[in-house]
């Protein structure tokens, strides 16, 4: 049983972005020749039908990332997004997006779009 105003999830929100995929993601507009297009990590909605793919990005001034890669949403769509949206995601359940820990980094674009 909970208290009202009280939701665990608060607690425990998962950090989206560690050192490690940091190190990994290209900086913006570095793979824009097509052998290249491969997504370094995967965020989605567990309460929705939202992906996000990351195959670029880089870190703002503000400490923000912003990234570049497939959102598939309404539709699939290539596109700038910002981790900062994301952080501020709060579903029906109270859960945020979410980093795919099992997403293997370095699968081609190409399967998804």
Request: hydrophobic share 35%; charged share 30%.
């Amino acid at each position: 049983m909970y208290f009202r105003g009280y939701c665990p999830y608060d607690e425990v929100a998962m950090k989206l972005l560690t050192e490690k995929i940091k190190k990994k993601i290209p900086a913006l507009y570095s793979t824009e020749s097509p052998g290249k297009r491969k997504f370094v990590c995967k965020f989605f909605d567990p309460c929705g039908d939202w992906t996000w793919y990351v195959m670029e990005g880089e870190e703002r001034e503000n400490g923000d990332w912003l990234f570049y890669g497939l959102v598939d949403g309404f539709e699939k769509e290539w596109g700038y997004f910002l981790l900062s949206d994301l952080e501020k995601v709060k579903g029906p359940l109270g859960l945020g997006i979410e980093r795919d820990v099992y997403f293997e980094a370095g699968q081609e674009a190409a399967k998804y779009a």
